[in-house]
């Protein structure tokens, strides 16, 4: 078999990249906090278990949620994925709370060979960036992407940017923080993402000034947990009471956004209770939604984004196979995006899981 390098230059090679940030069909899902356990399914799987399925593009590893931890090194949380509190086998670092991850490692770089990018998520509901941001990005940098540093959590693997998910105000030095990033990101030899998101009242409050501000390639809009402006509002009379996919866009339009050119993604759980119930809407209600959507925005829409993995893949029908399916039906892209190197690379998931059985 073909060392996964090998796969990913013959990929660029043939054009079929799976990830194609113009296009207007991506599908990103938040995976680690295994929320559909607290709704009784099956407890999440190691991230490369859901790398052969070609419907999701965009991984986004969540959390990292403390900034600053023992040691002065920030704390990951992907609930029963190397979880070091509950599994005493799971290493951590000398002198810090920072955990040593080589499967997701491994991970990684298979969900990568497989055309997908994978982003790591910084915040959560309780995360705050009032540390130095400078000293964070650099140390996001050594600790994840090209950087160095002995205590790297998924070893050699290179995550292909970072996603910024505050949930708390008060975050007085995201912008610096981001700019910083997008500087590291230069200096780089990959494409790198600095990614978003927001809540989906307008200006939101937490990560507005980010997005009028800072270099953001896309935002991951939630319009759920919000009321008015939620999924479940979507075609009802607007402001003050429809989902506001149209003021993004007007806000887009009118050159809101740092980069006039950031894609917007629209949120949705994908699960009765992943979120909000009342936010909830059927595989079926959001499919339409997105097609009109995706008919009526040309130039604005990236895609859908889904919180998260557990609920997505423990739902019936499959969330994220209708909702990609969905997306398909006016993507711009062809119908080979999000299908590079679906021939044989070995699943490290996988093949660990047989291992131990
Ligand atoms: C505990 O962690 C070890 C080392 O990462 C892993 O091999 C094992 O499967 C984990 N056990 C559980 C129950 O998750
Ligand atoms: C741009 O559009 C947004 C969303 O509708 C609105 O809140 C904002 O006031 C507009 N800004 C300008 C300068 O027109
Ligand atoms: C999409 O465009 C159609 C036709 O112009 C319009 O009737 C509909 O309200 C638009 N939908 C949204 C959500 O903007």
Known sequence: MLPTIILGLLCAALGVLGFDISCNSNLAVYWGQNSGASGSLPYQKPLGAYCDDSNVDIILLSFLYILKGTGGYPVLNFANICDYTTNSSVPVFPGTQLMHCPDMGRDIKYCQSKGKVVLLSIGGATAQLNSDAATFSQQVWDLF?????????????????????????????????????????????????????????????????????????????????????????????????????????????????????????????????????????????????????????????????????????????????????????????????????????????????????
Not at 205 to 224: C, R, W
Not at 265 to 294: H, I, K, M, R
Request: proline share 6%; with cysteine; glycine share 8%.
């Open 145 to 357: 992407m090209e950087g160095s540093s002995p205590y790297r959590p998924f070893d050699d693997a290179i995550i292909d940017g970072v996603d910024l998910d505050f949930e708390q105000s008060s975050q007085m030095n995201i912008i610096q923080f981001a700019n910083n990033m997008n500087q590291l990101f230069k200096s780089g030899t990959r494409k790198y993402y600095l990614t978003a998101a927001p809540q989906c009242p307008f200006p939101d409050a937490n990560l507005g000034n980010l997005l009028a501000q800072a270099h953001v390639d896309m935002a991951f809009i939630q319009f759920y947990n919000s009321g008015w402006c939620d999924n479940s509002k979507y075609g009802l009379p607007r402001w003050p009471q429809s989902m506001n996919y149209y003021m993004w866009d007007a806000a887009w339009r009118n050159s809101s956004f740092a980069n006039p050119n950031m894609k917007l993604y629209v949120g949705a759980t994908a699960g009765q209770n992943a979120g909000n119930p009342s936010s909830y809407v059927s595989p079926d209600f959001f499919a339409s939604e997105l097609q009109e959507l995706q008919g009526n925005y040309t130039d604005s829409f990236g895609g859908a984004m889904l919180w998260d993995m557990s609920w997505a893949y423990g739902s019936t029908p499959n969330y994220a196979t209708s909702t990609k399916q969905a997306l398909m039906r006016g993507s711009k892209c062809g119908s080979t995006q999000g299908n590079c190197c679906s021939s044989k690379v070995p699943n490290p998931s996988l093949s660990r899981r047989r291992r131990s059985s």
